[in-house]
C-alpha cells in the first residue's frame, strides 16, 4: 500500500475539515472486505451443494479471492498514486459491489469462482487507497488514532461475518453473503463523491505492466496445479508446472532489479534487507496456518457430521475473542519488546491447533463446539499478541523511503500466503481422506492429520524471529533500524 507524498496533502498544514468522515467512508470498503474474507467460511457447504461443485472449486471460491487481492495490491497503490487515488477507489467500489451481486446470481462453480476472483482484484484497488488517505488527510498527531480505527474495522469485520454469514445462511440463504455488500458499497461510493479529495503522487510514476504479467504468471504457475492436482490424479505436468514457477519467480526479481530506477512494482532493495526477506517469509508461514484451518473444520464436521453454520460460527469466534484478549498488550508493548512477543505468540498459536489436533484424534466425530473453541481461542492469544505489530516490526529494518512499498508488499504477502495455504490444505485433507466414497472415520482422521501443517508452520516461523528488529519502528530508534539489532 502506497503512502506517497499527495499533491493535495494537508497532514502538515490545514488540517481537511471532512478528515474524520472521509476515513469512516474509507473504512467501510476495508469493513466490506474483510466481511467478504469471513462472511463465506460457514456458507461454504452450502454454496458447493447448491452449485454442485467439487471440493477443489471450493478452494478456489476461497483462495482465489486472496490470490487476485494479493497480486494486484501493490498495484492498486501504484494506480492510485498515478491516477489519483480518489478515482480509483470509486472504481474499487463500484467494480466490487456489482460483482458482489454477480457472486449472488452464479448458477455454477465456474460464475461462482470468476466473481471470486474479480472480487480480490476491485478489493486491490479500494483497500491501498485507505492508508494512503490517512497520509494525505491527517496531521502527523492525529496519523496513529486513524491507524488505530483501521486496526479496529479489521477484527470487527472478521468478528461479524462468520455470524452474518450463519444468520444469512440460515434465513434468506446464502446468496445474500454477497447481496449485503450492495448497501455497504452505495454508502461508501456516495460517501466518497461528497467528502473524499482527490490526491496523487508528486512524482512521476509509471505502472510496471510487465512486473504485473510475469508475477500473475508465476503465481497462477504455482497456485493451479497445487488446487486442481487432486482432482486430476497428479499427473507429471502438475509438478513441471509448479517447478517452473520457480524460474518465473526468479525471472521476476531479476526485472524488477533491471529497472529499480523506473518505478519497479516491487523496489528490488527490500529484498535486499535482511530483515524484511525474514519477516516476509514468516509472514508467508504464519497466514498460510491463519487462513487454511477453517477448511479442515468446514470439511471434517460442518460437511461430514452436519454442524450448523451458527455452530461453525461459534467455534470460530473462540479465535477471535482470544485475539481481542491479548491485541492491546502487543501494541502496548511492542514498540519495546517486539520481537519477543512474535516469538511467544507463535509459541501459543501452535500450542492451540496442537491441542486441537489431540482433541479431534481423541473425540473423533463426538468432538463438540465447546471444545474447538476452546482450543481456538489458546491459538487467538497468541495471534493477538503476534499480529497486531507483525507488519510494523517486519518495516521497521526498512528505510523510510521505501515503507509506502514495503507496507504494500507485506500485505500482498499476507494475502499471497493465504491462497497457498488454502491450496495446500486442500491437497493434504482429500490426500490424507483418500479416493472414492468418504467415510465419517477417514474424514475425521484428515480433519486432525491435516492440521499438522498448521501448527506447524506456526513453530517453524520461530525459527525466524531472530532475524527481525527488537522492536517497531519510532521507539527511541533509528528509522533504519539494524536486522541485527
Known amino acids: 500500500m502506497s503512502t506517497e507524498a499527495s499533491t493535495a496533502s494537508t497532514s502538515e498544514t490545514e488540517p481537511h475539515p471532512r478528515r474524520w468522515l472521509a476515513l469512516f467512508i474509507v473504512l467501510t470498503a476495508v469493513f466490506m472486505d474483510q466481511l467478504d474474507v469471513t462472511i463465506v467460511n460457514v456458507a461454504l457447504p452450502y454454496i458447493q451443494r447448491d452449485l454442485n461443485t467439487d471440493y477443489s472449486l471450493g478452494q478456489w471460491i476461497l483462495a482465489g479471492y486472496a490470490l487476485t487481492y494479493a497480486l494486484f495490491l501493490v498495484t492498486g497503490g501504484r494506480l492510485g498514486d498515478i491516477a489519483g487515488r480518489r478515482k480509483v477507489f470509486l472504481i474499487g467500489i463500484v467494480g466490487f459491489t456489482v460483482v458482489s451481486a454477480l457472486a449472488g446470481l452464479s448458477q455454477s462453480g465456474a460464475m461462482m469462482v470468476g466473481a471470486r476472483l474479480l472480487q480480490g482484484t476491485f478489493a486491490a484497488l479500494m483497500v491501498p487507497q485507505v492508508l494512503s488517505v490517512i497520509q494525505a488527510m491527517f496531521p502527523q498527531r492525529e496519523r496513529i488514532k486513524a491507524m488505530g480505527m483501521l486496526g479496529v474495522a479489521i477484527p470487527a469485520a472478521a468478528l461479524t461475518g462468520p455470524f452474518v454469514g450463519a444468520l444469512l445462511t440460515a434465513g434468506p440463504g446464502w446468496r445474500w453473503i454477497f447481496w449485503v455488500n450492495l448497501p455497504i458499497g452505495l454508502l461508501a461510493f456516495v460517501g466518497t463523491l461528497r467528502v473524499m479529495p482527490e490526491s496523487k503522487s508528486d512524482r512521476p510514476l509509471r505502472l510496471d505492466l510487465p512486473g504485473v504479467l510475469l508475477l500473475g504468471l508465476a503465481s497462477i504457475m504455482l497456485m493451479y496445479p497445487l488446487v486442481?492436482?487432486?482432482?486430476?490424479?497428479?499427473?507429471?505436468?502438475?509438478?513441471?508446472?509448479?517447478?517452473?514457477?520457480?524460474?518465473?519467480?526468479?525471472?521476476?526479481?531479476?526485472?524488477?532489479?533491471?529497472?529499480?530506477?523506473?518505478?519497479?512494482?516491487?523496489?528490488?532493495?527490500?529484498?535486499?534487507?535482511?530483515?524484511?526477506?525474514?519477516?516476509?517469509?514468516?509472514?508467508?508461514?504464519?497466514?498460510?496456518?491463519?487462513?487454511?484451518?477453517?477448511?479442515?473444520?468446514?470439511?471434517?464436521?460442518?460437511?461430514?457430521?452436519?454442524?450448523?453454520?451458527?455452530?461453525?460460527?461459534?467455534?470460530g469466534l473462540g479465535w477471535t475473542i482470544g485475539l481481542g484478549v491479548t491485541a492491546n498488550l502487543a501494541v502496548k508493548f511492542g514498540p519495546r519488546v517486539g520481537r519477543r512477543l512474535i516469538g511467544i505468540g507463535l509459541a501459543v498459536m501452535g500450542t492451540g491447533i496442537s491441542a486441537l489436533?489431540?482433541?479431534?484424534?481423541?473425540?473423533?466425530?463426538?468432538?463438540?463446539?465447546?471444545?474447538?473453541?476452546?482450543?481456538?481461542?489458546?491459538?487467538?492469544?497468541?495471534?493477538?499478541?503476534?499480529?497486531?505489530?507483525?507488519?510494523?516490526?517486519?518495516?521497521?529494518?526498512?528505510p523510510v523511503r521505501d515503507a509506502g512499498a514495503g507496507s504494500g508488499v507485506a500485505n500482498a504477502t499476507i494475502q499471497l500466503g493465504g491462497a497457498i495455504g488454502v491450496a495446500i490444505i486442500g491437497a493434504l485433507f482429500f490426500g490424507l481422506a483418500g479416493t472414492g466414497q468418504p467415510t465419517r472415520a477417514a474424514w475425521i482422521e484428515a480433519s486432525w492429520q491435516s492440521l499438522f501443517f498448521n501448527a506447524g508452520v506456526f513453530f517453524v516461523a520461530i525459527l525466524l524471529v531472530p532475524f527481525l528488529p527488537r522492536r517497531t519502528r519510532g521507539h527511541g530508534e533509528e528509522q533504519t533500524v539494524s536486522a541485527s539489532s
Open 357 to 398: 489436533i489431540v482433541v479431534i484424534r481423541q473425540y473423533g466425530s463426538a468432538t463438540t463446539t465447546w471444545q474447538v473453541f476452546a482450543c481456538l481461542f489458546v491459538a487467538g492469544l497468541g495471534t493477538g499478541l503476534m499480529v497486531p505489530i507483525l507488519v510494523d516490526l517486519v518495516l521497521a529494518g526498512v
Open 228 to 315: 486442481q492436482g487432486r482432482e486430476m490424479g497428479w499427473p507429471t505436468w502438475t509438478f513441471v508446472v509448479m517447478a517452473a514457477s520457480v524460474p518465473v519467480f526468479l525471472l521476476f526479481g531479476l526485472y524488477q532489479r533491471r529497472r529499480e530506477d523506473d518505478s519497479p512494482l516491487v523496489p528490488p532493495a527490500l529484498f535486499r534487507n535482511r530483515s524484511f526477506v525474514a519477516g516476509s517469509i514468516l509472514m508467508t508461514l504464519v497466514f498460510s496456518g491463519i487462513m487454511s484451518y477453517v477448511l479442515v473444520l468446514v470439511w471434517g464436521f460442518q460437511i461430514m457430521h452436519g454442524w450448523t453454520p451458527l455452530q461453525m460460527a461459534l467455534a
